[in-house]
């Protein structure tokens, strides 16, 4: 099974920093990664697919970026509503794995 | 626009089961794979399984962790995907979500997701 492995776990940051969150794969996954955003009581939203493309209604600060093993969220200006729990995700091999998460808090 | 609505979480004695539906509305279900992913209480995300629509043979993917003891299935008259979970134990306690997974370059993401339903395993 592929192993996703994010870091840091837990970003500490300010509304209108930048924010860069890690992906990395156990073996490559191409660009078959995408990143989800899950605030809390809530259900996972999809923000990224194929490593860079944005998801429908995703604003553009939220970008990515990487292939093979190596991946990047980034988030140009963090904004209130961004404040949550990010996963990457493989979907390139069965079973298909996600990452344990990084929590961007203030 | 796609919904997805999760049904059939309750409290469950160890050993017993459990089936999960989800309800699709929006879009056209007969065409799409589906996947059940859970998260148990304070943790992270844990893909269980996958079917394929029908045009694929409806077949199935699971996860190491419950092939054998769950089974994922879909009813396409009536736009529900289930998740019959059997010899429940304490650590299937989760939330259970329902997702879409749609294809690009050969593979599929899961694109939306159901809001959830808990199933709690304890006796």
């Known amino acids: 099974e592929i192993v996703m492995t994010q870091s840091p776990a837990t970003l500490s940051v300010s509304p209108g920093e930048r924010a860069t969150l890690s992906c990395r794969a156990s073996?490559?996954?191409?660009?078959?990664l995408a990143w989800y955003q899950q605030k809390p009581g809530q259900a996972p939203r999809l923000l990224i697919y194929?490593?860079?493309t944005r998801a429908t209604g995703i604003p553009a600060r939220f970008s990515g970026s990487g292939s093979g093993t190596e991946f990047t969220l980034t988030i140009s200006s963090l904004q209130s509503e961004d404040f949550a729990v990010y996963y990457c995700?493989?979907?390139?091999?069965?079973?298909?794995?996600f990452g344990q998460g990084t929590k961007v808090e203030i | 626009e796609v919904q997805l609505v999760e049904s059939g979480g309750d409290l469950v004695q160890p050993g017993r089961s459990q089936r999960l539906s989800c309800t699709a509305s929006?879009?056209?279900?007969?065409?799409?794979?589906m996947s059940w992913v859970r998260q148990a209480p304070g943790k992270g995300l844990e893909w269980l399984g996958f079917?394929?629509?029908?045009?694929?043979?409806?077949?199935?993917e699971y996860a190491a962790s419950v092939r054998g003891r769950f089974t994922i299935s879909r009813d396409d008259s009536k736009n529900i995907a289930y998740l019959q979970m059997n010899s429940l134990k304490t650590e299937d306690t989760a939330v259970y979500y329902c997702?879409?997974?749609?294809?690009?370059?050969?593979?599929?993401?899961?694109?939306?997701w159901g809001q959830g339903t808990l199933v709690t395993v304890s006796s």
């Open positions: 997702t879409r997974c749609l294809y690009s370059g050969g593979r599929c993401y899961f694109d939306s």
């Open positions: 929006g879009f056209a279900f007969g065409d799409d794979a």
């Open positions: 079917i394929r629509s029908q045009t694929y043979g409806g077949t199935t």
């Open positions: 073996q490559s996954v191409s660009s078959y």
């Open positions: 194929g490593a860079s």
């Open positions: 995700q493989q979907y390139d091999k069965w079973p298909r794995t």
